[in-house]
């Protein structure tokens, strides 16, 4: 048990770790609750809220574009590593993210399972 305590903190301080960096990595322009595709572009106020410009270009934001190919080529692609990406200055779309931070995440788990019936000779 000691050892799924260890593990379990490591993994967790790695992925935690690993999630901010790649959030980091994101395209600024993002949608929310309030963007939608056919209504007027006007600064909206409420009695709590001082207002909120929307977006300027929503057609990069609700468009399917070069998303897909996460889905079909991109598919395996290896992890994108945060420290080398931020210096190369790309930005990336949040399903690339996902799919890298899920991708990592299914690769360590089935190395570790690799490693415990190995190790513990199960």
């Known amino acids: 048990t000691e050892y799924i ?3 379990s903190k490591v993994l967790f301080s790695y992925f935690k770790a690993y999630q901010s960096r790649l959030m980091k990595l994101q395209y600024e322009v ?9 209504t007027e ?6 009695f709590f809220s001082a207002g909120r410009v929307p977006l300027k270009n929503r057609s990069t934001v609700f468009t ?11 598919l395996e692609d290896p992890i994108i590593v945060p420290h080398v990406a931020a210096k190369s200055e790309k930005k990336f779309s949040f ?11 299914l690769d360590n788990a089935c190395r570790e399972y690799l490693f415990i019936v190995d190790f513990f000779a199960f």
């Open 5 to 7: 305590d260890t593990m």
């Open 30 to 38: 993002v949608a929310d609750k309030d963007d939608l595709m056919a």
């Open 41 to 46: 572009d006007t600064v909206k106020r409420g």
């Open 64 to 74: 399917l574009g070069d998303r897909a190919c996460v889905l079909t080529t991109e």
């Open 95 to 105: 399903e690339s993210l996902f799919r890298s931070l899920n991708y990592s995440l």
